[in-house]
């Protein structure tokens, strides 16, 4: 699998480890180091209906749901949530830790808690601590 950014319902793919958006949200990248991995970063995404408006949302009542690990990318290990309507309205949430191998586990329970979302709501993602982005 090449390191391409691809958008792939409800699958795990890779994502270029420094981008558009890495930089327009003021993280920094930092230099690669030699073990350096492109594997590091993975994103997994999943539509999730919604009875709200996300200004407006997906044209089958979804959110498009990711959550991105990037051990690397924004200089140390993190992972991003993000919930998406279809222009551009979302909300996102970051949360960042001490080694990769935290950040990896972290990844994999966001994953599963993410799939177990029946809908999405607003003031669900702002109980949980999502930011509007």
């Given amino acids: 699998m090449s390191s391409d950014f691809r958008?792939?319902?409800?699958?795990?793919?890779?994502v270029k480890p420094e981008g558009k958006g890495a930089r327009q949200r003021g993280f920094k990248p930092r230099e690669r180091a030699a073990d350096?991995?492109?594997?590091?970063h993975k994103r997994f995404t999943l539509n999730i209906p919604t009875p709200d408006d996300f200004c407006p949302t997906l044209v089958d009542g979804t959110v498009e749901v990711s959550v991105m690990l990037?051990?690397?990318a924004w200089g140390e290990p993190s992972i991003r949530t993000c919930v998406w309507g279809g222009d551009d309205m979302g909300?996102?949430?970051?949360?960042?830790?001490?080694?990769?191998?935290?950040a990896e586990g972290a990844y994999q329970r966001r994953v599963q808690e993410t799939q177990g979302w029946g809908i999405v709501t607003i003031a669900m993602l702002k109980e949980l601590g999502?930011?509007?982005a």
């Fill in 7 to 14: 958008i792939s319902r409800g699958e795990q793919h890779l």
């Fill in 36 to 40: 350096y991995n492109p594997r590091d």
């Fill in 70 to 72: 990037t051990t690397r």
């Fill in 91 to 102: 909300f996102e949430r970051d949360e960042v830790f001490p080694t990769d191998q935290e």
């Fill in 130 to 132: 999502f930011q509007i």
